[in-house]
């Protein structure tokens, strides 16, 4: 495990994870995480100023199928892995930087 990329989120999921298994390949599921500044104090409203972050997640085999079969859109998860990167360039298009976090662990907040 690379620790010095090693980060640990805790959020929303946006939507109901995507959950991929096309013959050959490893289970994948695939979800977005948004991450919201906590209140200051109970019943206050967010400060307009703060900003969200959505990350978009992807688990592997065993933990994409439990992903995909237990968590649901608004569920409060916490979430570790790792940051990746890659470059992908839709025909016709110039080549985008994406950024996700290839997740180790996942669980409910209780």
Not at 72 to 99: C, F, K, M, Y
Request: include cysteine.
């Amino acid at each position: 495990m690379n620790l010095a990329n090693h980060t640990t989120l805790i959020g929303s999921l946006l939507r109901d994870p995507e959950y991929y298994q096309a013959p050959g390949a490893p289970a994948r599921a695939k979800f977005t995480l948004l991450q919201r500044p906590r209140l200051a104090e109970a019943g206050q409203p967010r400060d307009p100023q703060a900003r969200q972050l959505t990350v978009r997640c992807v688990a592997w085999r065993d933990l994409a199928d439990k992903t995909a079969a237990t968590l649901r859109a608004n569920d409060r998860v916490i979430v570790v892995g790792q940051l990746t990167q890659r470059v992908h360039q839709p025909p016709g298009e110039s080549p985008r930087l994406l950024v996700e976090l290839t997740v180790e662990a996942i669980g409910t907040l209780l």
